[in-house]
């Protein structure tokens, strides 16, 4: 099997630190993120004809 | 989302359901990095109807008379949509029961413990749950005699074999 280049090598484990890093973040940061990560993936599902809703956080709704 | 922890604290309290606990995406994403999700899945033990029957239609109800309507699977609360799923088997009863008790932006709620969510995945089989459990395995703080008890109790030891090899 072919070795990784040790400057690719690197980026995989820096990937994965930011892994490690996200994981250990508070609760409601993490929900932040989802959210963010919706925002971004909201436009491409729905350009495939997939229902979805961005949560709203913060404001109270009924 | 703390408003409609709110709800379901208040849904609690009132009785509408036993005991709830946040599974699924969302429940994973407390132990490991945020996973991408658009619905919270919650777990609940309904209280039991007359007839002995389990069903998510009084829930329902209560939900429609507090003004949150039902979007596909779905019920929007607070602008989160919430999927219930009633704890149907032994291990998601378990679950529920040893769910761990914590606290968002202030608000009291609970989460599906981690290795409970692995005997899900692993019961559950699809290609994003063996995802999921990969994701676990590398990134979350299992207790391991734990998880061998609940996998044991549940007959999941060669799923998990199988899955981790």
Known sequence: ?62 | MKYTLQVLNELERDGVLDRYAIGGAMGATFYVEPLLTFDLDVFVVLSQTGGGLLSLAPLYEALRTRGYAEEGECVLIEGVPVQFLPAYNALLEEALREARDTSYEETPTRVVRAEHLIAICLQTGRDKDRERVRIFREQAELDLSYLADVLQRHGLEGKWKQWTP
């Open chain 1, 1 to 62: 099997m072919d070795t990784l280049k040790p400057e690719i090598a690197r980026l995989f484990d820096a990937k994965e630190a930011r892994r490690h890093k996200l994981a250990a973040l508070p609760f409601p940061e993490k929900v932040r993120a989802v959210v963010r990560l919706q925002e971004m993936a909201a436009p491409v599902l729905r350009a495939r004809g997939r229902i979805v809703r961005v949560w709203n956080l913060d404001d109270r709704v009924a």
